[in-house]
């Protein structure tokens, strides 16, 4: 089968299509014939082992796994003796977890995996690219215990977990205020956003406002800085925390009436369950910037390295 392969960390140019073995499901597995896949920033991470600790879990000098992907949206071809859950022909997507591999013509997966029936009414592409930020924001959310009427800030609401965490968040019954630049007012607005405040214009750190939640998913502003934007009791979201966020939120969920929640993210079948239920109620929307094709993978991964894509990027497998 097809799939890009990378044996080396560095630039988009590692990644090579290339033939390899078709993986043959175990008994509790699925064989997927993927048809979209997305390229996500937890693979651009992947891919350039950034930061460092990436090396202690994926391989200290060169990549254990060698198919990166984590989210697919494909046809089931063949099932191993003890799946139940899902027959030959089934349209599914979902999350591999930390297995990835979803840049590839075939994926296996267990059944108990974080993947479930296609909502009929979208597309592949719109299925595929909707669980990376979607889990991640579900995430979040459910452990800030967000609720009806609080106020929610949403800083990167453009991105794969930003344009998700602003529907969740309205779907939850928050009140949303989505932080991004000019050039995407009119999308985060069109996700349901409350209020919009472009970044470039404004800085929510000044202008007086606070909030009971802000989830940052980008990690632009210095934590100390937005904590003066939170609500006595309120919480903070770093979904994109590196160690010395972690470090500072913890000082200030020790020393505060303020918390900050950040970590890796965890998710299952339920996750992937309850975002088609979503879907299908037309609350969650998939917001795709752009489509390439598995050959053109690199050129994708050049494009997300930028930091600037809205909402998705999908691949062709
Ligand atoms: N904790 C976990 O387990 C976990 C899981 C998944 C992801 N993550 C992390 O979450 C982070 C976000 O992931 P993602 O996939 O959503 O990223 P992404 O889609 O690549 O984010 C890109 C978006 O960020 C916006 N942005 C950039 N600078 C901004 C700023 N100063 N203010 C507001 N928006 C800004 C960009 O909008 P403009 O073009 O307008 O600037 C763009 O739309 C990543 O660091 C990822 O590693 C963590």
Redesign the pocket.
């Known amino acids: 089968m097809k799939a890009a392969v990378y044996i080396q960390y560095g630039s988009p140019e590692v990644l090579q299509v290339n033939d390899v073995e078709k993986p043959t499901p175990k008994d509790n597995e699925i064989l997927l014939r993927v048809k979209i896949t997305a390229v ?3 693979d ?2 992947l891919r350039k082992a950034d930061p460092f600790a990436v090396r202690f879990f994926f391989g200290l000098t060169k990549p254990k796994i060698n198919i990166l992907g984590s989210v697919f949206s494909g046809e089931v071809e063949s099932i191993g003796k003890d799946v139940k859950k899902f027959k030959v022909g089934d349209f599914v997507f979902g999350h591999t977890d930390m297995s990835f591999g979803s840049y590839a013509e075939y994926k296996c997966l267990p059944e108990n995996g974080s993947l479930a029936l296609k909502p009929a009414n979208i597309s592949h592409k719109e299925a595929a690219v909707i669980p ?2 979607g ?2 924001a579900l ?2 959310i459910k452990k800030a215990k967000i609720k009806k009427g609080q106020k929610v800030l949403i ?10 965490a602003v529907q969740l968040a309205r779907s939850f019954g928050a009140n949303v205020t989505g ?6 007012i009119a999308l985060v607005k069109s996700i349901g956003a409350d209020k919009v405040i472009d ?2 214009q404004e800085d929510f750190t000044k202008d007086g406002e606070t909030y009971d939640v802000i989830f940052d ?5 210095p934590v100390f800085r937005s904590l003066k934007s939170l609500n006595k009791n309120g919480i903070m979201i770093l ?3 590196g160690m010395s966020e972690m470090l500072q939120g913890f000082w200030v969920s020790m020393t505060s009436n303020k918390k900050v929640i ?4 965890s998710h299952t079948a339920a996750d992937i369950n309850f975002l088609k239920v979503l879907i299908e109620a037309d609350k969650l929307k998939p917001v795709i910037d752009r489509t390439y094709s598995l050959e053109q993978i690199a050129e994708a991964h050049a494009y ?1 390295d930028k ?6 990027v999908a691949i062709e497998v």
């Open positions: 996500n920033s937890g651009v991470r990376f930020g889990v991640t995430h979040f800083v990167g609401a453009s991105g794969a977990v930003g344009s998700a932080v991004c630049s000019t050039a995407n970044y470039t998913t980008v990690k632009t502003i979904s994109a925390a950040t970590g890796v993210i997300v930091g600037h894509k809205k909402g998705n």
